[in-house]
């Protein structure tokens, strides 16, 4: 397992035999780690069609209060996680780079769904994000179009895993001139400047999608216009009769 | 009452109006015409089209179009659909807005996406890109961005905030200015469909 | 001496400064991205402007570049509460343009996802408008535990719970499983116990009474000169509903009322939308009633496009398409050019153009109620910036 190193060396038999006296023995690093993995706070953050299914995780059915996580809170300041929910546009990604320095350590991010991930099915737009990491890391990635409130549970306790296997002595924040604000990108004439930042992300050097299908933008591709002026080969069939109800 | 007898009743109001049928639709020849067309089909008693759909502008290459779809709330009826056509030197069409407020975002959305300079318009401004973008992205002859190749602004920027940037998009960025190029998205992939 | 403390001293050059806030675009109550530039003098707005496009997601530039059949899982993505609406005005419009015709079964199942879409849109957005009056999420789990419901049904019916993508030009997707029209009454026969119990909560209560009534008021004769449709310009008192009008696809055989409103304030919006599901619920009595047991579930002509939807290719035309959506006249104008991709591709959405009126009904409003009035219109933002 990952996060063993967290474990106490104490025999687990001994700790059964201790629990049961009532002692209970345990490490630092596991009891700091329970603590924050069972009170995580998202930011109440919605940016498009993935934000109706984090509400219905947080609705009766899911209920997302059983993994300590049900207080959406609206201020980036008091929340430890960003569900970065839904199409980051190129209008909106400054904002969302702003809110991510605006939290407070330790801070956590899930993308939830395609289009945050890497654009999704907008990804050919002049004005969609290809993937809010080129900007901010990324805790987990959560794929899906949108993910069923299932899936971002599944994703939480990922999460989860990630945070029980963290120590203290070595986790960023505890770090001296560890650098976790990123630079807010600005507005260009074209898109952002940057495109990307190459701290957090680079194109990959092989591109599968450019390989099968091509660079696949139309625009400018039509060179003939539809002539609706010309008069109809055929003038149009009127359409046959609804049949009626019986 | 058919397209035909629409004509002829607005001919009939306004001498010298040029229209032309397209399709189901009527022409309008001179694009300053279009308010007063709008204001006699508001407020004719009969055809009463005191409702304005939907506003499209569209780009046929050689020229530029506004599609306007007027319904009637009152008698429940329509749609008439109006358009004009203006050249891609000087796209000026007269707002509607004046007379169908509905027209208010339309319009700036046409403004933004197309270009089409709406007269009169109460706050013509870009509604979905932000202000000091460039071009018309939903022209046929838009060049997009390449969001994998960073460019000389890009570089400038990320040094200017003290970020580490690979020597091989420098020297592309470089190659790009040298070239006075930007770097581009093709346009001669395969469809993705 | 108590009473010279309190005297106004000349209201109008009171030595004060009105204050700008932006309100957005990360905001709880801005539902979703929007943002607005507001001025204020103390409380009250004195200009409300609003910015939108942080959710453009081009989705005209990208239906411009795909086949006619691969935009239908996009227009799911315009307004995401009600995929099978949208599905539907986009199948409208194709098929005025293409000239098809739907068999009689799948007209019924539109119609019933349909109005099915509009139960789940108008509970959902109740509960957000409870919230935006500050019953923090208790209305929402009442309204999602419904939704869930019916998403139960989408689900079985199509494979996904939000976006369905399940309407195909000239008919449907694939047929219904068995035993879904069993469950699908049995969710109508418990939804008007559901929607007494939540009428019960809220239609008489003082606080939503007294934060309600007489706020943002709009008059008729604005709401039409604005083009606003759908409930709130029902609420206005203008009875104007698309499926009335243009009696699409079969909703000439059904038997129900447009409920309208007397004054147009978020009272008269919140409760229309109340009488617009009793509604819903007859014509889906209606439809499931009438519905033929078997029968074809796509038009003959599309069937050869069934597996090969890239080989679609209208004739050189133009057509505009709109439904009721439950969110307004949801229109999608649409040119071809005889090529797989349409040259042109429009979507008229209601949301955007509800919004148009926004800054009239909050001024001289508190700000308070400026998120109440924005809640009652009802804006969804994949569709106001689509």
């Known amino acids: 397992m990952a996060f063993s190193k967290n474990q106490s060396e104490v025999d687990e038999g001994l700790k059964g035999e201790l629990a049961k006296k009532g002692v209970v023995v345990t490490t630092i690093n596991q009891l700091y780690n329970w603590g924050r993995q069972s009170s995580i706070w998202p930011m109440q953050f919605g940016l498009a069609c993935c934000a109706i299914e984090m509400i219905a995780t947080a609705c009766a059915r899911y209920d997302i209060a059983r993994f300590g996580a049900e207080l959406f809170r609206p201020s980036p300041r008091q929340s430890d996680l960003m569900i970065v929910a839904g199409t980051v546009t190129k209008k909106m990604a400054p904002q969302v780079v702003r809110l991510y320095n605006q939290m407070a350590e330790p801070k956590y991010v899930i993308t939830m769904g395609a289009c945050s991930i890497a654009g999704g099915p907008f990804i050919d737009g002049y004005n969609v994000l290809r993937g809010i990491d080129r900007y901010i890391p990324i805790d987990v990635h959560l794929p899906g179009c949108p993910p069923r409130p299932e899936a971002l549970l599944y994703g939480l306790m990922e999460l989860q895993k990630k945070i029980q296997s963290q120590e203290i002595e070595t986790t960023e924040w505890y770090q001296k001139g560890m650098k976790r604000e990123y630079p807010v990108p600005d507005f260009g004439p074209h898109g952002l400047v940057p495109k990307f930042n190459p701290e957090v992300w680079q194109p990959r050097e092989l591109d599968h999608r450019k390989d099968k299908y091509g660079e696949p933008i139309l625009i400018g591709r039509k060179t003939k216009a539809p002539d609706l002026d010309a008069p109809l080969a055929t003038p149009p069939v009127a359409q046959p009769p609804k049949p009626q109800t019986a | 009452m058919n397209l035909q007898e629409i004509q002829s009743k607005i001919e009939a109001a306004l001498p010298g109006i040029r229209l032309k049928p397209v399709r189901e639709s009527l022409l309008i020849e001179d694009a300053a015409m279009l308010p007063k067309v709008a204001a006699f089909l508001k407020n004719d008693p009969v055809l009463a089209l005191d409702y304005l759909s939907s506003v499209t502008g569209a780009d046929y290459l050689k020229y530029l179009e506004s599609v306007y779809h007027l319904y009637s709330v009152e008698k429940k009826t329509g749609p008439v659909v109006l358009r004009v056509r203006v050249t891609r030197d000087s796209p000026r069409i007269p707002s509607l807005v004046p007379i169908y407020r509905g027209a208010e975002f339309q319009e700036r959305e046409a403004f933004d996406m197309y270009g089409l300079y709406f007269e009169n318009h109460p706050d013509l401004r870009r509604i979905f890109m932000w202000e000091g973008f460039e071009g018309f992205p939903m022209r046929k002859d838009y060049e997009q961005e390449d969001s994998e190749i960073l460019e000389t602004a890009d570089i400038e920027w990320l040094d200017r905030h003290g970020a580490k940037v690979p020597e091989g998009m420098r020297k592309k960025a470089a190659d790009l200015k040298a070239q006075g190029k930007r770097a581009v998205a093709e346009k001669t992939g395969k469809s993705i469909e | ?386």
């Open chain 3, 1 to 386: 001496m108590m009473e010279k403390m309190f005297e106004v001293q000349d209201p109008v050059n009171h030595d004060t400064q009105t204050l700008q806030v932006n309100i957005g675009p990360q905001h709880p109550s801005t539902h979703g991205v929007f943002r607005m530039n507001v001025v204020l003098d103390g409380e009250t707005v004195v200009s409300l402007k609003p910015v939108m496009g942080y959710l453009h997601r081009n989705h005209e530039q990208i239906a411009e570049n795909i086949s006619y059949t691969a935009s239908m899982p996009y227009t799911d993505r315009l307004d995401y509460f009600n995929s099978m609406s949208n599905n539907f005005a986009w199948a409208l419009a194709v098929e005025k343009l293409a000239n098809l015709d739907v068999p009689e079964r799948a007209q019924y199942i539109r119609v019933i996802m349909a109005e099915l879409t509009r139960l789940v849109n108008h509970v959902s957005v109740i509960g957000f408008l409870l919230n935006d009056l500050g019953a923090f999420f208790t209305p929402v789990l009442y309204a999602f535990r419904e939704r869930e419901k019916i998403l139960d049904i989408f689900e079985e019916v199509s494979g996904a719970r939000m976006m369905c993508n399940f309407l195909r030009f000239g008919g449907i997707k694939r047929d219904l499983p068995a035993g879904t029209l069993e469950r699908i009454k049995e969710v109508i026969q418990n939804f008007p116990k559901f929607l007494d119990e939540f009428e019960t909560l809220l239609t008489k209560n003082e606080i939503l009474c007294m934060r309600c009534q007489n706020v943002g008021v709009l008059p008729a004769e604005l709401a039409v000169n604005a083009s606003i449709t759908g409930p709130m310009l029902r609420a206005s008192g203008v009875n104007y509903d698309v499926r009335k009008a243009d009696k699409y696809s079969i909703y000439d055989r059904f038997d129900f009322k447009i409920p309208l409103g007397q004054t147009g304030d978020v009272y008269d919006r919140y409760y229309c939308r109340v009488l617009e599901m009793r509604e819903s619920l007859k014509i889906l009595q209606q439809a499931l009633r009438d519905i033929p047991v078997t029968g074809e579930i796509i038009s003959k002509k599309m069937a050869p496009f069934v597996k090969a939807p890239r080989n679609f290719k209208p004739p050189v035309g133009e057509a505009y398409g709109r439904v009721e959506a439950p969110k307004g006249e949801l229109g999608f104008y649409v040119v071809s050019d005889g090529t797989p991709q349409p040259w042109r591709y429009h979507v008229r959405a209601p949301s955007l153009i509800n919004l148009t009126i926004l800054e009239d009904l909050c001024i001289g409003h508190k700000v308070a109620d400026a998120i109440v009035i924005l809640g009652s219109i009802d804006i969804v933002l994949g569709e106001v910036d689509h």
